[in-house]
């Protein structure tokens, strides 16, 4: 665990992300390599408090924010739409940050946070016939995989009542992403002007491939190292890896973080922002 103290980082609003990370995973045991991950958000954030919710818990804290959504949350027929119902209201309940179990932290991540009440990531940049195929203002996917938010905000708030009134209708895993997942996130985004930041893709979630190597890592905060995935890596064709994830991204962008207002400035521009290297 982190420090027990619960220190916030103010943003410009008075809203603050409070110093926390949450986790979840099925099990309060861990496999090595995600236990090995887990210790590098400490060591890195040792002034977080750090918590990891299993099955049981997660369910808990959904029973706390959404009572009346309590029941389509036990008859979700996926586990990865109850973990992602979860993080948003685990992001609803105490705010700070989710980081998916696996994900690699590299550096500090307090200084993506400061001034922000809400931090998304961007986590692939898409083609622009496949932005249009999947409804999105500007070709790239906003990442459900790690974000950080004050408690209670709007964003998540949405994105709690949206995965559960769309996850009655998903009966097969190709419409997970959609229902509960991170095109659901996407769509919500690009919805309406919400006070959330932009951070560019080095910052928090680096391609795959990327090299964890100095000066190229120098933005790099943390990265989505994948095994933990709930797809099977059978269906990750080389067309989808193209046209979805791990494209090249600039490696030193303008700014970490972006408020939205900029991004969707540069979007009506005919822009996206931190545009590939």
Not at 91 to 114: K, N, Q, T
Not at 209 to 235: E, I, V
Request: aromatic share 10%; net charge positive.
């Amino acid at each position: 665990m982190g420090s027990s103290s619960r220190a916030s980082i103010s943003s410009s609003t008075g809203a603050a992300i409070p110093k926390l990370l949450s986790q979840t995973w099925r099990t309060k045991e861990l496999p090595p390599a995600a236990a090995r991950l887990r210790r590098g958000w400490i060591e890195n954030n040792p002034d977080f408090v750090v918590s990891l919710y299993d099955d049981e818990a997660s369910r808990d804290v959904v029973a706390e924010v959404a009572p009346d959504g309590l029941a389509t949350y036990d008859a979700m027929p996926f586990p990865v739409m109850r973990a992602d119902a979860f993080r948003y209201a685990v992001m609803v309940r105490d705010g700070g940050v989710y980081a998916d179990i696996d994900m690699e932290c590299l550096r500090p991540v307090e200084r993506l946070l400061s001034g922000r009440s809400c931090v998304l990531a961007i986590e692939a940049w898409l083609t622009k016939a496949r932005a249009r195929e999947l409804g999105y203002a500007a070709p790239f996917q906003v990442a459900n995989c790690v974000f950080a938010a004050a408690p209670g905000h709007s964003f998540f708030r949405e994105a709690l009542a949206r995965a559960l009134a769309l996850s009655a209708a998903v009966r097969s895993r190709a419409e997970v992403e959609d229902a509960t997942g991170p095109r659901m996130l996407t769509r919500l985004f690009f919805e309406r002007e919400w006070d959330v930041a932009l951070a560019s893709p080095i910052a928090l979630t680096a391609p795959l491939h990327y090299p964890n190597l100095w000066p190229l890592n120098t933005n790099m905060h943390a990265r989505h190292r994948a095994f933990g995935t709930w797809k099977d890596r059978r269906q990750r064709s080389f067309r989808r890896l193209w046209i979805e994830r791990d494209r090249w991204v600039n490696p030193f962008p303008r700014a970490l973080v972006r408020p939205t207002a900029e991004a969707f400035r540069s979007v009506s521009a005919g822009e996206v922002p931190w545009p590939a290297a």
